[in-house]
T-cell receptor, first 114, second 112 residues
Framework: AQSVTQPDIHITVSEGASLELRCNYS??????LFWYVQSPGQGLQLLLK??????LVQGIKGFEAEFKRSQSSFNLRKPSVHWSDAAEYFC????????????FGKGTKLSVKP | DTGVSQNPRHKITKRGQNVTFRCDPI?????LYWYRQTLGQGPEFLTY????????KSRLLSDRFSAERPKGSFSTLEIQRTEQGDSAMYLC??????????FGNGTRLTVT
């Protein structure tokens, strides 16, 4: 079955510390992979996406993610977290060629300590 | 400005009532998607349109749900005979064909 697992429901980090959010996927075909961020009461905003090529992708707001096929993972990282990064982060997977019908993980809520 | 306007932002209704949500993309996109997000979960695909045609429907979309996109621009999602389990955030998005999804801010439905 196709699925996305985000093992951490809630993570708290100190401002200025590094961040890594985990994402594992199960998908029968070559996947398209995405990270979205959602602030309370808002829709989702795309942080970055991976289709093919370089397995380390850069996104907006200083985020990056690394695709590891052997581990079926697509972890999100940021070297130094800002208080404004507090939000919920969703990993998603889609079929090659489709960026619309996505399977989302349950999300990881990020809290940032001053 | 997300590029996708959804109305209303919040809707409280009593069980058994019908509700309708509207999605207005600001710019023209061939594709329009509806997703549902319940508390503590990620968004789940409901349906999508290519212009006026509804091309795919999820098993989540029971026969109480109907979506339309009559002129290939705005879209409506209607839920008939609402149930408490319908309480969720309903998200509309454009793109998905040659570009990533661009979401609106959603309509939060509470069924009492």
């Amino acid at each position: 079955a196709q699925s996305v697992t985000q093992p951490d429901i809630h993570i708290t980090v100190s401002e200025g510390a590094s961040l890594e959010l985990r994402c594992n996927y199960s998908y029968g075909a070559t996947p398209y992979l995405f990270w979205y961020v959602q602030s309370p009461g808002q829709g989702l905003q795309l942080l970055l996406k991976y289709f093919s090529g370089d397995t380390l992708v850069q996104g907006i707001k200083g985020f990056e993610a690394e695709f590891k096929r052997s581990q079926s993972s697509f972890n999100l990282r940021k070297p130094s977290v800002h208080w404004s990064d507090a939000a919920e982060y969703f990993c998603a997977v889609g079929a090659k060629g489709s960026q619309g019908n996505l399977i989302f993980g349950k999300g990881t809520k990020l809290s940032v300590k001053p | 400005d997300t590029g996708v306007s959804q109305n209303p932002r919040h809707k409280i209704t009593k069980r058994g009532q019908n509700v309708t949500f509207r999605c207005d993309p600001i710019s023209e996109h061939n594709r329009l998607y509806w997703y549902r997000q319940t508390l503590g979960q990620g968004p789940e695909f409901l349906t999508y349109f290519q212009n006026e045609a509804q091309l795919e429907k999820s098993r989540l979309l029971s026969d109480r749900f109907s979506a339309e996109r009559p002129k290939g621009s705005f879209s409506t999602l209607e839920i008939q005979r609402t149930e408490q389990g319908d309480s969720a955030m309903y998200l509309c998005a454009t793109g998905g064909e040659h570009s990533p999804l661009h979401f609106g801010n959603g309509t939060r439905l509470t069924v009492t």
